[in-house]
């Protein structure tokens, strides 16, 4: 039984920076991507970033290039997300996924490579 759970979230000032965990059980990070999508309210969930041991890929979302970095820790199984220069339209609710053999060129199509999804943790940030 896979689970991803995403920790780390809170409230912030505008400038901050946080950072997100994404830690899987029964699901190893060999062969397969993570990526970061969030949820503001009242839009369409987005992808934000994606690491992939499958082929080496990343992806960044245009809005989060040069502040947000992803990385990972095999032994430990968790994946993380450092937000810094945080903005208050980076408010959301983040999720971390999972997917098998999935590259992260996929773009804005990633989430159709998510085999597995965790809950959401939330950021706010305030101005």
């Known amino acids: 039984d896979v689970q991803l759970q995403a920790s780390g979230g809170g409230l912030v000032q505008a400038g901050d920076s946080l950072r997100l965990s994404c830690t899987a059980s029964?699901?190893?990070?060999?062969?397969?991507?993570i990526g970061w999508f969030r949820q503001a309210p009242g839009k369409e969930r987005e992808e934000v970033i994606c690491?992939?041991?499958?082929?080496?890929?990343?992806y960044y979302r245009d809005s989060v290039k040069g502040r947000f970095t992803i990385s990972s820790d095999n032994a430990k199984n968790t994946v993380y997300l450092q937000m810094n220069s945080l903005k208050p339209e980076d408010t959301a609710v983040y999720y971390c996924?999972?997917?098998?053999?999935?590259?992260?060129?996929?773009?804005?199509?990633?989430?159709?490579?998510?085999?597995?999804w965790g809950k959401g943790t939330l950021v706010t940030v305030s101005s």
């Open positions: 996924a999972a997917g098998w053999a999935t590259s992260c060129r996929l773009g804005t199509r990633l989430d159709k490579g998510m085999d597995y």
């Open positions: 029964g699901f190893t990070f060999d062969d397969s991507a």
């Open positions: 690491i992939s041991s499958s082929d080496g890929s990343t």
